[in-house]
């Protein structure tokens, strides 16, 4: 096997690893709206969307690279979470996880010489500097209401409200 074709092989794995966290979020969001939170499930359906684009984006490369895309198959994920704070800690991991990920691909990518997989991964090394900040800062501001369901309230007003339809700006 080629080293490049080493490196769109494990790149073609990454989507498996992008749905997983478009699925995770998704199942997060759910849970959160059945339990009336809107606003963290708007925020989480919004994160959700973004790492289905992170695999549109591969699958892009891949296809911009003349490499057949394998589709490939999802665990079923976890349905629902003990509190928030849990679902979105569950979130952080995950994105902690997807940090790790990408920067072995990108070492990858480097050690064989693959300069367009390198300047592509660019891209995912920045956006999760950016993912991991916006759900620690969320986690912080959970930590901050100490639990109380006038807190979370609070917060989730603020991240969202109205119905999760209309406040995550996904429309028709
Ligand atoms: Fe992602
Ligand atoms: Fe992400």
Do not use: C
């Not at 499930?41 to 911009?64: C, F, V």
């Amino acid at each position: 096997m080629s080293l490049e074709t080493t490196m769109h092989n494990a790149l073609n794995e990454q989507l498996s690893r992008e749905y997983i966290a478009h699925f995770l979020y998704r199942a997060i969001a759910m849970d959160l709206y059945e339990k009336g939170y809107d606003g963290f499930a708007a925020w989480m359906e919004t994160h959700a969307s973004e790492e289905y684009g992170h695999a549109e984006r591969i699958i892009t490369y891949l296809k911009d690279k003349n490499v057949r895309v394998v589709l490939p198959e999802l665990p079923k994920p976890k349905e629902s979470w003990d509190s928030v704070r849990d679902a979105v800690a569950a979130a952080l991991a995950h994105e902690q996880k997807l940090t790790a990920d990408i920067h072995k691909l990108h070492k990858l990518a480097e050690d064989t010489g693959d300069l367009a997989t390198v300047s592509m991964l660019d891209w995912f090394v920045a956006e999760q500097v950016e993912e991991e900040h916006i759900v620690t800062r969320l986690l912080k501001r959970i930590d901050l209401t100490r639990n109380s369901d006038i807190g979370l309230m609070v917060l989730d007003a603020q991240l969202g409200g109205g119905t999760s339809e209309a406040s995550s700006g996904a429309g028709e």
